[in-house]
C-alpha cells in the first residue's frame, strides 16, 4: 500500500451498493483473512467501522464496474433494512461502538431509530451493570441521544400505540425501561448525532467533523517498531 494514494474519507457519498450475481466470486477465505486483519484497525478507529465482513463481493466482470467496499453505509439498497450504529461513552471518552444490519425492514425513518434505541438500550443496562460492579459504584440513569422526536415519542407516550403496533414486540423493551425510568431518552439535532459516522458515507468536512466529534485523536511523535 507504500504506493497508494491517500484518501480522507473511507467512502464515496452517495455510493449505492448493489447485491449482484455476475462475475467470480472471490476467494472467501482469503476474503475472511483480510477482513480479520482490518478489524485490528477498528478497536481504536470507529470511524472505519463497518459491515464488511458479512459476505465477499464477486469479481468485477469485464466491462462493468463495481463499487468500493461497504464501510460505513447506512442502508442496504435491495433488502431496504437499516442499520443500526450505537457509541457508547464514560464521562467523555467512547469505551464501545457497533454497527449491525437491522433484523428487520422498518417502514419508516421513526421506526428505525425506534429500533436502534431498543438495541442501544439493551447494551446499555449490560454496560452499566458491569461498570457498577467493576467499580463498585451506584447504578446511574442512563442517557440515549436519539435525533429523531417521532421515535422519542413511541418511546414515551403508549397512546401511539397505532403507529407502532405492527413493530416486533421484542423492540418495545425500551419503553419499559423509560416507564421504569432506567433510561432517559433525549434529542439530539442530526448535525451532532455521532453515531452518523458509523451509519452512512459523509461527505470529508461532515466526516472530519464527526471524527472529531467521537474523541478521535491522530497520535503524533509515536514511532512503531
Known amino acids: 500500500m507504500l504506493d497508494s494514494n491517500e484518501t480522507i474519507i473511507p467512502m464515496d457519498p452517495g455510493t449505492r451498493l448493489m447485491k449482484t450475481v455476475e462475475g467470480t466470486m472471490v476467494n472467501s ?17 470507529p470511524d472505519l467501522i463497518g459491515k464488511q465482513s458479512r459476505a465477499p463481493f464477486p469479481k468485477k466482470a469485464k466491462g462493468r464496474s463495481t463499487s468500493p467496499l461497504d464501510l460505513i453505509y447506512g442502508v442496504n439498497t435491495q433488502e431496504g433494512k437499516g442499520t443500526t450504529g450505537i457509541i457508547f461513552y464514560y464521562g467523555e471518552s467512547p469505551i464501545s461502538w457497533s454497527t449491525q444490519k437491522q433484523a428487520t425492514v422498518a417502514l419508516s425513518s421513526c421506526e428505525s431509530e425506534f429500533i436502534a434505541a431498543t438495541a442501544a438500550a439493551t447494551q446499555a443496562l449490560w454496560l452499566k451493570r458491569l461498570l457498577s460492579r467493576l ?30 403496533k405492527h413493530i416486533d414486540t421484542k423492540y418495545h423493551f425500551i419503553r419499559e425501561c423509560v416507564e421504569r425510568d432506567d433510561i432517559q431518552v433525549e434529542f439530539v439535532s442530526g448535525d451532532y448525532q455521532k453515531a452518523d459516522i458509523l451509519t452512512k458515507a459523509l461527505s470529508k468536512i461532515r466526516f472530519l467533523t464527526m471524527r472529531q466529534l467521537i474523541g478521535l485523536k491522530e497520535l503524533q511523535g509515536t514511532v512503531c517498531d
Open 29 to 45: 477465505t482469503e476474503y475472511r483473512s483480510l477482513i480479520g486483519c482490518l478489524r485490528y484497525l477498528l478497536h481504536t478507529r
Open 135 to 164: 467499580t463498585h459504584s451506584d447504578e446511574e440513569k442512563i442517557t440515549i441521544l436519539v435525533d429523531n422526536k417521532s421515535a422519542i415519542a413511541l418511546m414515551k407516550n403508549p397512546v401511539f400505540h397505532e403507529r407502532s
